[in-house]
């Protein structure tokens, strides 16, 4: 068994200063499969923040009976952390590491760990990027950040497996290259989490105003409520995404939420149709209270689908019932639309509703 050792300056950036305290550590496990019954680990990778340095260390096993010397050695060197950091742990490693520690006879207890695991944090908003997977090297492409390692963890099975053969410092060197990597990459996905931080907290709008913008291939231009939102942390790329009818840019510290203002006549649908008349000549329904002197020749029992009034004026699209009345283009569906007034923009406290209910239809 052989324990490599590095030490590397940590980033100096408000994501590491956040999520990176000395307490806490990055942990991968290379195996030589996915069953823990039949397959074994042979390196474990860990890094370990230490005041203004990064601890690195990799547990490599030569070969299949030093497994459990690197176990028992990683567990020793966790004493000091508190919170561990992994990227699918706890769908694989965790459960892998459990399997193989009780199959070395070893006893480990995981309850005292924080466990932060960056796939199963990140999977909500993972969906809005149309990555091609959700790989960690994919998200590390995301970010722009470059590997020297090229391999798969399932490639490099093969390349132990015939070091374990016959030892060379080549085949090693891969081995430890790309766990190296793995560890050190997971380091610098900590940016991601802005993304996270800014759906979790409360919004904290700057501005809101009415624009008329002309879209690309239009005719006529278009009314568009543009909302402007601070984040406490910069994101790491610039990034636009697209839900429904809505759009939001994330840029540096701020977020920028675009949504369509339908301008023109909607139909608001009375629900007890019927205590209604409907009047064809006025193509709306009205009390029976008032219809009853309306002449019989020009009204009618309302039904579901003509029991409604008309307004013109100015309307925001909702996803569900958030404010009432609720106006549609035509028969009720589960997306509405309510009156934008005059007053909407200086009511700070419906614009933050309405803004939060926007943000959690994206995650």
Request: proline share 5%; hydrophobic share 35%.
């Amino acid at each position: 068994m052989e324990i490599i050792h590095k030490t590397i300056p940590a980033p100096k950036d408000c994501y590491t200063d956040t999520y990176l305290k000395n307490n806490t550590a990055f942990f991968d496990i290379e195996t030589t499969g996915f069953s823990a019954k039949n397959c074994f680990i042979y390196l474990i990778g860990l890094v370990i923040r230490k005041d203004e340095t990064l601890e690195i260390f990799q547990f490599f096993a030569e070969n299949p009976m030093e497994e459990k010397e690197i176990l028992t050695a990683f567990y020793r060197y966790l004493s000091p952390v508190s919170t561990l950091i992994c990227y699918n742990g706890l769908t694989f490693d965790i459960p892998f590491l459990k399997q193989r520690t009780e199959k070395q006879n070893l006893s480990f207890s995981w309850e005292n760990f924080r466990i932060m695991d960056i796939y199963q944090e990140m999977r909500p908003f993972l969906n809005l990027l149309h990555l091609p997977d959700k790989k960690q090297k994919t998200l590390e492409m995301f970010l722009g950040i470059q590997r020297e390692d090229s391999y798969t963890g399932g490639e490099l099975v093969a390349v132990y497996k015939e070091y374990e053969k016959q030892p060379a410092e080549e085949k090693k060197s891969l081995l430890l290259l790309h766990n190296y990597e793995d560890i050190l990459g997971m380091t610098k996905l900590l940016p991601l989490f802005s993304y996270l931080r800014f759906f979790a907290g409360e919004p904290d709008i700057t501005s809101a105003k009415l624009e008329e913008t002309l879209p690309f291939g239009a005719d006529s231009p278009k009314k568009e409520l543009q909302i402007t939102l601070n984040t406490s942390l910069p994101f790491p790329a610039r990034l636009t995404v697209e839900k429904e009818m809505y759009r939001l840019t994330f840029r540096e510290n701020h977020v920028y939420l675009f949504i369509p203002v339908l301008e023109g006549e909607l139909y608001f649908y009375y629900e007890n149709y019927k205590d209604y008349y409907y009047l064809p000549l006025e193509d709306m329904a009205v009390h029976k209270s008032v219809a009853s002197f309306v002449d019989k020749s020009h009204r009618k029992k309302a039904t579901k689908s003509n029991c409604y009034t008309r307004r013109r004026g100015l309307f925001l699209p909702q996803q569900a019932d958030w404010f009432a009345p609720c106006f549609y283009p035509g028969k009720i569906e589960k997306s509405s639309w309510f009156e934008y007034g005059g007053d909407f923009l200086s009511d700070s406290k419906k614009i933050a509703l309405y803004v939060k209910n926007v943000l959690s239809l994206f995650i």
